[in-house]
Structure formats: C-alpha cells, structure tokens
Nanobody, 125 residues
Framework: QVQLVESGGGLVQAGGSLRLSCAAS????????MGWFRQAPGRERELVAA????????YSADSVKGRFTISRDNAKNTLYLQMNSLKPEDTGVYYC??????????????????WGQGTQVTVSS
C-alpha cells in the first residue's frame, strides 16, 4: 500500500522558516516527478513546487520563487520543501504528490497519481 506522509508543518511568525518532509512507502518513487501543493481556506489547491525524478529540473510558482526550495533524496524515498521568508499568505495545508512518469515538470503534476494527507502551515503576521 502506497503512503505519502508529510511532516514539518506548524505555526511560525512571518519571516520565519519551516522545512517540510514527505516520506514515501509502499513503493519506490525515485523515477517519478514529485511536487508540493497547498490549499488555503476558501481557495483551490495550487501547485507550489515540483521536481523531476533526477532532481535536475525544478519548478516553483511565482509566488514562492526565491523563498521556497524543493529537493529530494531518492535513496530515502523522501521529498522536501524548504520554506524561508514565510508570509501570512503562505498559510494553508501542504500536500505532497507523485506526478506522472516520463513527463516534465510542472506538466507531470497536472493529475497526480498519489497524494499525502497534508500538513498544516500557519504563518502569523
């Protein structure tokens, strides 16, 4: 059974940092693109960042460029999101997801095959 388990969320003041992790189990995703989505209250889920299976290509939404960094450790089957200079508008539930194989990012994340349960990130002003 495939599981994606996010961790690292919490409450932080504006300007602070958090590092999210997503541990995958049940199968190896070292050859799949992966990404992070977020959903703020009353808003649609949006793609925040994505990374190709090799780590050689990444995508970041304009709203987080220069502040968030996505990375992965295929040996550990784990995805990360380093979030710096956090803003109140970054508040939401963050989900990791597995994208479609053999597609480039961000297109590979249009219809993810697997989702985590989400971790709450709250940024206070």
């Amino acid at each position: 059974q495939v599981q994606l388990v996010e961790s690292g969320g919490g409450l932080v003041q504006a300007g602070g940092s958090l590092r999210l992790s997503c541990a995958a189990s049940g199968r190896t995703f070292s050859t799949y693109p992966m990404g992070w989505f977020r959903q703020a209250p009353g808003r649609e889920r949006e793609l925040v960042a994505a990374i190709y299976w090799s780590g050689g290509s990444t995508y970041s939404a304009d709203s987080v460029k220069g502040r968030f960094t996505i990375s992965r450790d295929n040996a550990k089957n784990t995805l990360y999101l380093q979030m710096n200079s956090l803003k109140p508008e970054d508040t939401g539930v963050y989900y990791c997801a597995v994208g479609r194989r053999r597609l480039a990012v961000p297109r590979a994340m249009n219809s993810p095959d697997y989702w985590g349960q989400g971790t709450q990130v709250t940024v206070s002003s």
